[in-house]
């Protein structure tokens, strides 16, 4: 049986690690890394998005952008 436990990034990850292993019962504990995956809706509603957007859009403005062919489009999605 496995119980999956999220962590924040200030989480004390050595605190808890030592305390769940003090638990009758636990054998193993594994801390894992993996990227949590997010929706669009999450992704179009953080402030990152928002400022990356905002980035893109000011970069356009100012001429700071390269055009692609359309075979290198078509190579990086795989059309």
Known sequence: MEIKISLDEYADVPFIKKLLSQIKGIT????????????WEEIESS??????????????????????????INSVFKR
């Open 28 to 39: 193993n504990i594994e801390v894992s890394e993996e990227d949590k995956t997010y929706s």
């Open 47 to 72: 402030d990152e998005f928002e400022k990356l957007i905002d980035k893109s859009r000011s970069q356009i403005k100012n001429g700071e952008y390269q055009e692609c062919s359309e075979e290198f």
